[in-house]
């Protein structure tokens, strides 16, 4: 058990009023989780402090190299006024797999659960009550060494910081467009397309913006090294119903490992739906489209949940998936995992933890 200190912000922030929309990623909570790392003492001084600035030499490591990881999960508030946390030792998992790649050194995931919890619960009047808003949760580590060498750092920062989100979909579950990348690629077998990190983000950007110039939403990479098997889409896993099988990439350390996609497997083998992991390529996918059998496509992850496609781009083929609204299999998961996550359905799997 972490013995979490607390000191609370003398003046508190104006909370955002009901029904004023919160976008994503701009408003944050009146505190921040932070916890050192020193080596040779390990993981020290959790607390729990009024979110501010930090300050660090323009040496540290982070800003040169890279060393750093990050999670991303979200509390939601019930109709009835609780809070819940949707699978956070999954999160807690995924940190070990992308510290270890890192070379940073690990949380234990009791106590990155702990840390995550307590803050939620000192910020738990922060959780947003319209429909479809969630506290975003994002706990993250940075090297914090002043030294210009390339090595690990032997110093680092944990923190937490939370940003109230609004709901993804305003106006229904409409399909996006996206584009099959075929010059950028985003991780490699060996790289570490399988952790969370910052850098896997950077070496992205260039190919979201010419996807965004070309009238596309996304980018869908395909593997580094034949460029022809599909891995993800943007920051969220893809699936694909293909003649009434749910398909996915198989993870192959090029692939993040969302915990949507774990909870959308699940479901869909509950459901007794066939589910294949396994490599796509994009020339499967053209043949499915031109016979009628890509019956529907969709992307996974925390922010959106479900994020349903409509056309697929490739070189210069688009490709229009079913009649331009979402498929019934993927409205079905949105509604199950949504409701699991918000308390309105059941929750055979244990999925759902109160806060409070
Ligand atoms: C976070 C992330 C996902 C989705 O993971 P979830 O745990 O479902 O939110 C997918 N791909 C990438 C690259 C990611 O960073």
């Known amino acids: 058990m972490l013995d979490i200190k607390l000191e609370r912000a003398a003046a508190l922030k104006t909370k955002p009023a009901v029904g004023q929309p919160l976008g994503f990623g701009h408003l944050f909570t009146d505190h921040m989780f932070v916890m050192n790392y020193t080596e040779g003492k390990g993981w020290h001084d959790p607390r729990i402090v009024p979110f501010s600035n930090l300050s660090l030499s323009p040496a540290a490591m982070v800003f040169h190299y890279g060393q750093e990881m990050f999670e991303g999960l979200k509390a939601y508030r019930s109709a009835d006024g609780h809070t819940y946390l949707f699978r956070?030792?999954?999160?807690?998992?995924?940190?070990?797999?992308?510290?270890?790649?890192l070379c940073i050194p690990r949380i234990p995931p009791e106590d990155f659960v702990q840390a995550v919890r307590t803050l939620v619960a000192v910020e738990r009047?922060?959780?947003?009550?319209?429909?479809?808003?969630?506290?975003?949760?994002?706990?993250?580590?940075?090297?914090?060494?002043?030294?210009?060498?390339?090595?690990?750092?032997?110093?680092?920062?944990f923190l937490i910081i939370l940003s109230p989100s609004g709901a993804y979909y305003e106006s229904g579950l409409a399909?996006?467009?996206?584009?099959?990348?075929?010059?950028?690629?985003?991780?490699?077998?060996?790289?570490?397309?399988?952790?969370?990190?910052?850098?896997n983000y950077a070496a992205s950007l260039a190919a979201q913006v010419k996807a965004h110039d070309s009238g596309f939403s996304q980018v869908l990479w395909l593997d580094g090294v034949e460029r022809k098997y599909i891995e993800e889409v943007g920051a969220m896993n893809i699936f694909f119903k293909i003649d009434g099988k749910i398909v996915t990439p198989m993870l192959n350390g090029s692939i993040l490992p969302?915990?949507?996609?774990?909870?959308?497997?699940?479901?869909?083998?509950?459901?007794?739906?066939p589910v294949e992991e396994r490599?796509?390529?994009?020339?499967?996918?053209?043949?499915?489209?031109?016979?009628?059998?890509?019956?529907?496509?969709f992307g996974t992850g925390t922010a959106a949940v479900i994020s349903p496609v409509g056309k697929l781009r490739w070189k210069d083929r688009v490709?229009?998936?079913?009649d331009g609204?979402?498929?019934p299999v993927s409205q079905k998961i949105y509604d199950t995992i949504t409701g699991i996550q918000w308390g309105t359905l059941e929750d055979p799997f244990g999925w759902r933890v109160t806060v409070d």
């Open 88 to 101: 956070r030792d999954m999160n807690a998992k995924r940190a070990i797999q992308s510290n270890d790649r």
């Open 279 to 297: 490599r796509i390529a994009v020339d499967e996918l053209i043949s499915a489209q031109e016979s009628g059998s890509l019956e529907e496509v």
């Open 319 to 322: 490709m229009m998936i079913g």
């Open 125 to 157: 009047d922060w959780v947003p009550s319209d429909p479809g808003t969630s506290l975003y949760i994002r706990p993250f580590v940075i090297a914090t060494d002043d030294f210009l060498g390339v090595a690990p750092s032997k110093t680092y920062l």
């Open 258 to 273: 969302g915990v949507t996609r774990d909870s959308v497997l699940h479901l869909c083998r509950h459901w007794g739906l």
């Open 175 to 199: 399909p996006v467009g996206i584009w099959i990348e075929d010059d950028y690629v985003r991780a490699v077998r060996g790289g570490m397309g399988f952790a969370k990190t910052g850098g």
């Open 325 to 327: 609204t979402i498929g």
